[in-house]
């Protein structure tokens, strides 16, 4: 498994944002995957997981009613769709994947980590 995040930008507050996390390799369904994001001077905080099948998802408190994960697992991609940005959402954002069958919930257990893409909400 090898993930790449990608899709992070510049936007404005109350804007959307679509992140992509895809896996170069051809076994992505048979991981959970989460995502995760630090912002400066700050740990790295549990964002979203989904699980395998795309059926199960688990959310943040902070991001839950404007943020949804989603798969596709024909494509080795999950995305995280992020609407109505606040400035504190300002981080580097990071996806991970976890040979489980459960929906991932924190870092614990991660065994694949991808290289972040930053995310600047700002006007």
């Known amino acids: 498994v090898q993930l790449q995040a990608s899709g992070g930008g510049l936007v404005q507050p109350g804007d959307s944002l679509i992140l992509s996390c895809q896996d170069t390799?051809?076994?992505?369904?048979?991981?959970?995957v989460a995502w995760f994001r630090q912002a400066p001077g700050k740990e790295r905080e549990f964002v979203a997981g989904?699980?395998?099948?795309?059926?199960?998802?688990n959310y943040a408190d902070s991001v839950k009613g404007r943020c949804t994960i989603s798969r596709d697992n024909a494509k080795n991609t999950v995305y995280l769709q992020m609407n109505s940005l606040k400035p504190e959402d300002t981080a580097v954002y990071y996806c991970?994947?976890?040979?489980?069958?459960?929906?991932?919930?924190?870092?614990?257990?991660?065994?694949?980590w991808g290289k972040g893409t930053q995310v600047t909400v700002s006007s």
């Open positions: 989904i699980n395998r099948s795309g059926r199960r998802t």
């Open positions: 991970a994947a976890k040979f489980t069958t459960l929906t991932p919930m924190s870092s614990v257990g991660m065994n694949f």
């Open positions: 390799g051809p076994t992505l369904d048979y991981y959970a």
